[in-house]
């Protein structure tokens, strides 16, 4: 059982990137994922989540109208489309999956009973 992130990479400030969260030796259709970040010195951040329904989303209120969650279930993958990035964006990214059973419209970005947790990939945005 594993999730991986991916996706992450050094931006300049403006530019966009598209972080996946992708799933082995399980389904993601029972889960919703959520998307948190820990810049150094800093606590964990929950960034953004989804519903195994894909009918709820949340956002932390830095990343609103900037970053956009989605599910493919078929490719058993998260993603995170991040625009408009800014240097406080600059943090190792994870994700994280909580069982909910399918269809459940429920999603927390709080970090709490979360079952699985992805290794982190790093996010960079400097000029």
């Known amino acids: 059982v594993q999730l991986q992130a991916s996706g992450g990479g050094l931006v300049q400030p403006g530019g966009s990137l598209r972080l996946s969260c992708a799933a082995s030796?399980?389904?993601?259709?029972?889960?919703?994922i959520g998307w948190f970040r820990q810049a150094p010195g800093k606590e964990r951040e929950g960034v953004s989540c989804?519903?195994?329904?894909?009918?709820?989303?949340g956002y932390a209120d830095s990343v609103k109208g900037r970053f956009t969650i989605s599910r493919d279930n078929a490719k058993n993958t998260v993603y995170l489309q991040m625009n408009n990035l800014k240097p406080e964006d600059t943090a190792v990214y994870y994700c994280?999956?909580?069982?909910?059973?399918?269809?459940?419209?429920?999603?927390?970005?709080?970090?709490?009973?979360?079952?699985?947790w992805g290794k982190g990939t790093q996010v960079t945005v400097s000029s």
């Open positions: 994280a999956a909580n069982f909910t059973g399918r269809g459940s419209n429920r999603c927390r970005i709080d970090g709490d009973g979360m079952d699985y």
């Open positions: 030796g399980f389904t993601l259709d029972d889960y919703a």
């Open positions: 989804i519903s195994s329904s894909d009918r709820t989303t």
